[in-house]
């Protein structure tokens, strides 16, 4: 069955730093998100993004994020100067359509800022 | 801004009888809800969904109920079985808006005893 995959599972980075997470989305599917869960803390949408472009995105996802598709397989967030409230679970989420499509989510990345 | 919320934490059923797990909501724009299973470090998982158009949608053991004018919605998992054992969240979107994004709640632990 297919699925989303994300890399890595766990990064820890300095405070100030750059990341980059990444994800393969299920091959078919045209929509892709963002969201991360804070330890302790409900799952909150970041961004979702479809035909290359932001179609929406939440007041997290200020200025140090960014996200893009490279190519036409991978799906990145970008975090250009972590901050240590960042820690959290990052997850990537794909469908084959808008609202009322089911979103398939991978594992998920953690990322720990020091 | 909590637009969706689980207000039990945690859940213990036996094995065999019914689990209901509830969600309520206040943006009265919803209109699609889901819930989502979780395991600790995985993704989650897509259980069950239902439209505003509807009040009930059936999937094997699963059933949600939802009822639009209290703005309450519940998943039935019946019979429970010690597998089910995990944090279920319900979320919801708007569908008009067209970008998929989800609301989560804060989650529910389910601990099904053999």
């Known amino acids: 069955e297919p699925e989303v995959t994300q890399t890595p599972s766990h990064q820890v980075t300095q405070m100030g730093q750059e990341v980059i997470l990444r994800c393969v989305p299920i091959?078919?599917?045209?929509?892709f998100y963002w969201y991360r869960q804070i330890l302790g803390q409900k799952v909150e949408f970041l961004v979702s993004?479809?035909?290359?472009?932001?179609?929406?995105k939440s007041e997290i996802f200020d200025d140090q994020f960014s996200v893009e598709r490279p190519d036409g397989s991978n799906f990145t967030l970008k975090i250009r100067s972590t901050k240590l409230e960042d820690s959290a679970m990052y997850f990537c989420?794909?469908?084959?359509?808008?609202?009322?499509?089911?979103?398939?989510f991978g594992p998920g990345t953690r990322l720990l800022v020091l | 801004d909590q637009q969706v919320k689980q207000n039990s934490p945690s859940l213990s059923v036996q094995e065999g009888r019914i689990s209901i797990l509830n969600c309520d909501y206040t943006?009265?724009?919803?209109?699609?809800f889901l819930w989502y299973k979780k395991y600790p470090a995985e993704g989650p998982t897509f259980l069950i969904s239902?439209?505003?158009?509807?009040d009930k949608n059936e999937d094997g053991r699963f059933t949600v109920f939802l009822n639009k004018s209290a703005k309450h919605l519940s998943l039935h998992i019946v019979p429970s079985q010690p597998g089910d054992s995990a944090v279920y969240f319900c979320?919801?979107?708007?569908?008009?808006?067209?970008?998929?994004?989800?609301?989560f709640g804060q989650g529910t632990t389910l601990q099904v005893k053999p």
């Open positions: 979320a919801a979107s708007v569908v008009s808006s067209n970008t998929g994004k989800l609301i």
């Open positions: 943006n009265s724009m919803f209109d699609y």
């Open positions: 989420a794909s469908s084959d359509g808008g609202s009322q499509e089911t979103q398939y």
């Open positions: 091959s078919n599917h045209l929509y």
């Open positions: 239902i439209s505003s158009i509807k």
């Open positions: 993004f479809y035909n290359n472009e932001i179609s929406e």
